[in-house]
């Protein structure tokens, strides 16, 4: 049976109308939305956390070729003011105290650090630093009081991708969608601890993406308060903290 030119047509544009309100119905996927609140909640309740990070972060040489570093963290925070992170691998090595009251940035490969005074939380603290700096750790979303608050703020676009395996621990894949970003993450199905994110930023050519491991989550573990402060143990000099790149690289 042969069908008329103009059936047709309208039958392709009819199918592509149906799937693009489909897609309209479905760019806010509850199930995704529900899964990231739930995985907030998670870390927000806890009294303290610890986990360790492996991230992957591109750069681009003065040649202009895209190469790759990779660096590893290990991060213990307690309460809303209390937050230690130590990074190392192809980044400098650097460890990072806040006590409520100050933040101490102590430089291991060239034994300085350096002091100021920051009074306040962990979110003051990482607000502040991201305005003056332009820059935060790549798991600052994950140490705030609220995760949830800045991951889904302006949002666009949310999916339930399906399930996945990641380092053993079966997960819930997740992809997200905001005008400057698109982020997946993998959630652990029993514990509703993040394994795995991956972001694409739309508007940032000198930063266009980064990858993070997760792994080694521990909720409400006993932690001792020392964590937090540095300890001059290897008669590091200090330096001024007003240029911390002049003197002591990047934080």
Known sequence: MKLNKSFVLVMCIAVILTAAGQATAQSMDKRALDELKLMSETISAAKTVRFQARSMVPIKTQDGIWINLYGTSKVVMQG??????????????????????????????????????????????????????????????????????????????????????????????????????????????????????????LDDVSEPSYTVVFRHWKLNDPVNASEFVYNNTTKAAQVEFRDPEASMGRI
Not at 139 to 163: F, H
């Open 80 to 201: 809303p003011d209390m937050l230690f992170a130590s990074t190392a691998g192809d980044f400098a090595a650097r460890d990072f105290y806040f006590d409520g009251k100050n933040i101490t940035a102590y430089s291991s490969s060239k034994n300085v650090y350096a002091v100021k005074a920051a009074p306040g939380t962990v979110d003051a603290m990482i607000k502040d630093e991201h305005e003056k700096s332009g820059k935060s750790f790549p798991y600052a979303d994950l140490l705030i009081a609220e995760p949830y608050a800045a991951m889904s703020d302006g949002l666009e676009a949310a999916l339930y991708v399906g399930q996945s395996t990641i380092d053993g621990t079966r997960t819930n894949h997740l992809a997200f969608s905001n005008e400057k970003v698109d982020w997946q993450i993998w959630i652990g199905i029993a514990d509703h601890l993040p394994r795995l994110v991956v972001a694409t930023y």
